[in-house]
């Protein structure tokens, strides 16, 4: 996610780890972890019915819902139920009996040398009706009815909304945004296309409309200070403490809570995850636990953001002070980089009053940055990526058509 | 609960502390109960109110048993304990599990109190909506915002005058406790209260400078209004605010009452 050069393809695996969430702590094998990750990653921006199909049969899940154990006499309805309540539909759009017969159609389905194996002896080959469909169905009919299911896009619209718009969307807006995605066939890379160049995505209501999960906050202000960019002069990023932080956080992972994932917005903020928020972004900007990161890297991030991919940190820092030839202040530089909100004036104020002008010498950056990040707003999702993600490296290797998003943007 | 107990709840809630825990009930409470207990503690009178909540599943009918019903002998023809086996609940047909020889004798001192068959209408046997609706005591509910414990001690503190800074804290690891939920009430949770402490990664006035600062940015903080963000605006503010007051709190009372703050030591056992 740090260093990925498409990090929409991170942002999106990670969006279908928390939606098909699976935990390491039942399913104990790092490497079936690692391989439902590659296939999340595989379909990340894909067809979601392929997606849910390879992982009806995916080792680490057949382990973490019991699918495995799903015998013809003693059907485990534990995958059917989290199948229509969680991975495809949502509570109110299926029966008991779906799930029972739904069961049967996946018996059969077993693990054998730790991969996927259908074992026919143990398939109940009887007519079942599933969702108002009858017929002789196996595991794969289940879930190509479920995604026929109107239920399902909308389903799907939310969640994808949640991440990337707002954390609690209008029936109109889930209803618009599950048409674009049935126009799509369900294809995420279209629909996402189509959301990011949306007037909806950019209104003003969806400012601040989304509260960041710690990997949000973590990586995008790691990415924010270019934390990733090894050509950068004294920058490293110390992996094993980020990670440790993110369980403090929350947000453990491959471990999340349990199967309904984590639940986002505002449960993740609590006085004690407060603190660890306000402790890392105040170690930001330092040598610290997290890595080192010299206050230049901000400005330069800055004029990247502005849209100028020849910024180097040796440049005169007093350049940042122009952004498309507009001089700004050392602050207006910052809070735009770092902050999903311009500062107000009474913040302006606040920051810039105490710091006594917040000079453009680097400890003034270092104390204009620390500021920017004690704002309220740093909490809010800023980018669609890990914030700035996308401004920097190749862009052109990104399957979102940038230019557009950020004329779109304006 | 007995019924005795129930009406007396609401009483005591006005006056009481309250403390919740979720996830493993860190060993330093239990150490804090016993420093209560003994005569040397210095404490205040006011009682403390401790509410568990064991999160995970969980053989009812083998909790509390039912041990000469049909229907229950033939719903666990293995499992079953028998009326030999169960610890008899005198005045009733029921008996608690062999494993719980100590909550039954505190039930003979009448110290335990038991509720049966909690549950909602139609339930649609989804574990998640189960357990929204037991922290929130709402079966009709479709967001789940608020929790009874952090209702009922709203509601007491509003009839009370001498509301406190600080009415109940959450213990544990877990995220925090829907039903602790509730707006406008100062509850911190707290997973280690030695690490409890705000960090700016300087000390002395700077930190107070600083930390002074935090307050007044999320403060002076603004959104367009009637949007989501000014919402969440609002719930950022008084959440950094009591991150700083509890923070500071539990800092201080470290100082002064050591034996109620784990040591590495204790945690570490």
Redesign the interface.
Known sequence: MIWSANPIIERMTLVWHNHFATSNAKVASVPLMHQQNELLRRHSIGSFESMLNDMSRDPAMLIWLDGGNNKRRAPNENFA?ELF?LFGLG??NYT?KDIKESARSFTGWTLRASQFYYDESQHDPKPKTVLGKTGPWTGGDVVRITVEHPACARFIALKILREFA???PSPQAIDAFATVLRQHKMEIAPSLRTLFQSEYFYH??R???V?KSPIQLVVGSLISLRANDESLPNTSVHLANVVRLLG?L?QDVFEP??V?GW?GG??W????T??DR??FV??LV?K?DFGTIPASNAITQSKLSAGNPQASPNRDVANANKVNGVPKSTLDVLSATLLA?PI?S??RK??AG?SGGCSVRVTGIRSCC??CL????I??LKGVMFDWAFVHRSSEEIHVPLETLQRNSR | MTAQNRRSFNQQLAAASMVSMSGVPPLFLTQALADQKSSKADRTKQPILVMVQMGGGNDGLNTVVPYQHDTYLKARPALKVGSGAALKISGSDLGLHPQLAELHRLYNQGLVGIVQGVGYPNP???H??SMDIWHSANPAGKRFDEGWLGKALKQQLASNTGSQAMPAISLGT???PLMLNTSGLPI????NANE??????VSGSAKT??AD??R???Q?????VA???AK??E???S??T??LD??TRLEALAGTHPAIIPTADLLSN
Not at chain 2, 220 to 224: D, E, F, G, T
């Open positions: 139920r309540e509570i109110g008991e707002e954390n609690d003003a209501d400012l601040g409309a509260i403090r929350g809570p349990n309904k639940d505002r449960t903020i609590q006085s004690a407060m603190l306000i402790r105040s170690a330092h610290s909100q107000n009474a913040q606040e920051l105490l620390i500021r004690h704002c309220p707003s909490n809010w | 649609d046997r989804s998640f909506r877990e995220k925090f911190p949770n707290i997973q409890y402490r705000l960090d700016l990664g400078e600083q600062r935090v007044k940015l999320s002076v903080a603004n959104a367009k949007t989501p963000a969440d605006l719930f950022l503010r959440t950094t009591l991150a509890s923070s």
